[in-house]
């Protein structure tokens, strides 16, 4: 939000490196560091910065840097990221609230993305609320799903 063209030329550099897929970067925006961060707000010179301004923002840098390219053909990937902590299945909320939670993001996101990208899930229950928020909110965008898995276990 701060500095969105240091955002937009980070994604500049892996298109022009050869990559296919730009995620948006709102891997830590999900409403519950939102609002341990900030209480749910957080002034800014022009009003209230919202959990849905950020993802919104995230979303335009990406969109912006595709279509300064407009040769090549790379897609957006909106981040459906863990809502609590990374690499910690103890930690993944009810099924309901995190099914809440993912809605919440997709409707910001999805209008923007070529495809949906559940990154780092560590549970079936995570993933599963991910994917299926995805196809109540839009059921056109591919969903692609990644896991973390603990190789000592």
Not at 11 to 38: K, Q, W
Not at 118 to 144: D, F, H, Q, Y
């Amino acid at each position: 939000v701060q500095q969105p063209e240091t955002v937009i030329d980070a994604h500049l550099a892996f298109m022009d490196a050869g990559c296919d897929v730009i995620t948006t970067n709102s891997y830590s925006v999900v409403p519950r560091v939102f609002e341990l961060c900030t209480g749910q707000r957080q002034e800014q010179e022009d009003g209230i910065m919202t959990l849905e301004s950020l993802l919104t923002a995230a979303c335009e840098n990406a969109c912006s840097a595709r279509d300064r390219r407009p040769d090549k053909r790379v897609l957006v990937a909106g981040s459906l990221p863990p809502l609590a902590e990374s690499y910690r299945p103890d930690c993944v909320g009810p099924y309901e609230q995190n099914l809440s939670s993912y809605r919440r993001i997709i409707k910001v996101i999805a209008p923007y993305c070529d495809v949906l990208l559940c990154e780092t899930m560590s549970t079936v229950s995570e993933a599963k609320a991910a994917c299926v928020a995805a196809s109540e909110i839009n059921n056109k965008l591919p969903v692609w799903v990644s896991f973390t898995l603990d190789e000592f276990k």
